[in-house]
């Protein structure tokens, strides 16, 4: 729920700007307005599975067993899910996307066509980029010492992965989805108003969601969060820590700390 009411955010920010607004300046726009998402994340306190991804750390260091690993990311994204689609429900039942005469639904429809015709290789890279900067923006709050610290940190590297288009799995659990129900349910009034019908949305379905986009983009925010900046770090900083470790419970037939469930 949180990572959606940075979306709602972002949306609501850019209803009408279409024509109106220079493209890069609007994707500014939406990418700081995002940034509320991990800003109620890191401040509120909830699991995120992008974020998630950097256990992999504990586990290089063999803190915590794959197994346990993987179930909490399995138990993440599930939760993830259910909180996006019980926000995009309770969205559309409350018929935002009517506001600002259709601008608001307009916005979503947009969004989440534009999000399911990318290409698989295409939605691929574009999640790993999106979680390589979501988990650095992670890495950098770890460093924070007040509330205006840790915000600070997570709102540029955020800003920056919404503002050049990059896919967030979490994220799109909530803009395909409204976008769908807003394709169900919307009034022909609805339609009237933003000058589109359904057919125009043809290919926003449950399937294309989630073959086109939902699973490349979750592979993709994996190999940002775990590879490109959990192991690039434990590689050049913990690393030889781990060696030594090792070294040393041979030398004294002490057997490593077990690892946590």
Not at 14 to 29: C, D, F, K
Not at 126 to 135: E, R, Y
Not at 206 to 234: D, K, M
Request: proline share 3%; hydrophobic share 55%; glycine share 10%.
């Amino acid at each position: 729920m949180y990572v959606s009411f940075g979306a709602i955010f972002s949306t609501t920010a850019l209803a009408g700007s279409v024509g109106v607004v220079p493209y890069g300046l609007s994707r500014v726009i939406a990418g700081f307005t995002f940034t509320l998402a991990l800003m109620l994340v890191v401040v509120g306190g909830a699991e995120l599975f992008t974020g998630n991804t950097l256990m992999v750390i504990a586990w290089a260091q063999r803190r915590i067993r794959l197994g346990a690993m993987l179930r909490n990311w399995a138990i993440v994204y599930v939760g993830n899910f259910v909180g996006a689609l019980a926000t995009a429900a309770l969205m559309v039942a409350a018929a935002q996307y009517s506001f600002g005469q259709g601008a608001v639904g307009a916005t979503a429809l947009n969004l989440a066509r534009t999000k399911v015709q990318l290409g698989w290789g295409q939605a691929l890279a574009l999640g790993v980029l999106a979680n390589t900067l979501v988990c650095l923006a992670l890495w950098l709050s770890f460093s924070a010492r007040s509330t205006t610290d840790r915000l600070l940190a997570v709102m540029f590297p955020l800003a920056t992965f919404v503002a050049a288009g990059f896919e967030h799995s979490i994220a799109n659990m909530y803009f395909v989805p409204v976008a769908l129900w807003i394709k169900q349910v919307a009034p022909d009034s609805f339609w009237q108003v933003i000058g589109a019908t359904p057919a125009d949305y043809a290919a926003l379905s449950w399937s294309t969601f989630v073959w086109r986009n939902l699973i490349p983009v979750t592979l993709g925010n994996i190999l940002g969060g775990a590879v490109v900046v959990g192991l690039a770090y434990w590689w050049a900083l913990l690393r030889q820590a781990t060696a030594k470790q090792r070294f040393e419970s041979g030398l004294t037939g002490a057997q490593p700390a077990p690892a946590s469930r």
